[in-house]
């Protein structure tokens, strides 16, 4: 099993949908998660860090599910400028999963 | 934004010839992260620095080689660049540790190589 591993997509969802990605992890003494977003040809941005509890940022919704070994990112009301690649991150030593491509069409 | 910026953005070299890219930062962070992009691979660490003189290898650091004599410097170094290592090369700053929880990355423009 890898380190991190991503559904690399496309998802294709039109404007105003609900969609979510998951990225599972190994290593299960990780303590610490990321998402980030990168646009076509751009570097990665932090997007959220995801806490135990969960963690909401307006129209995203970061969660950890340490049984299962995977974090997921919600986003409700999709917008076209939500189309980006999602990378999440995983400590220790930041280990990034392939991305999910998100295509949001009108 | 961070003050982050990596050159040159885009070089072309044959195969063979040394290859240098510089990561400059203004944060005055102490942590400074190389990374490789490449499609179906994803994000790879090559070299880390904690602190000036202070670096240690990643996920992929053969053929690479790095040195930090400044705080703010971090520089990439291919002695003798090969064609798998054409690629997107990403700086990135921390202020905290790479095995923190707080280890938030603000990553530079990055900077594409193309190796003939």
Known sequence: RKEVEQDPGPFNVPEGATVAFNCTYSNSASQSFFWYRQDCRKEPKLLMSVYSSGNEDGRFTAQLNRASQYISLLIRDSKLSDSATYLCAVNPHLTFGKGTMLLVSP | ?116
Not at chain 2, 1 to 22: F, M, N, W, Y
Request: aromatic fraction near 10%; include cysteine.
């Open chain 2, 1 to 116: 934004d961070a003050g982050i910026t990596q050159s040159p953005r885009h070089k072309v070299t044959e195969t063979g010839t040394p290859v240098t890219l510089r990561c400059h930062q203004t944060e005055n962070h102490r942590y400074m992260y190389w990374y490789r992009q490449d499609p179906g691979h994803g994000l790879r660490l090559i070299h880390y620095s904690y602190g000036v003189k202070d670096t240690d290898k990643g996920e992929v650091s053969d053929g690479y080689s790095v040195s930090r004599s400044k705080t703010e410097d971090f520089l990439l170094t291919l002695e003798s660049a090969t064609s798998s290592q054409t690629s997107v090369y990403f700086c990135a700053i921390g202020s905290q540790g790479i095995a923190s929880g707080a280890n938030v990355l603000t990553f530079g423009a990055g900077s594409r190589l193309t190796v003939l």
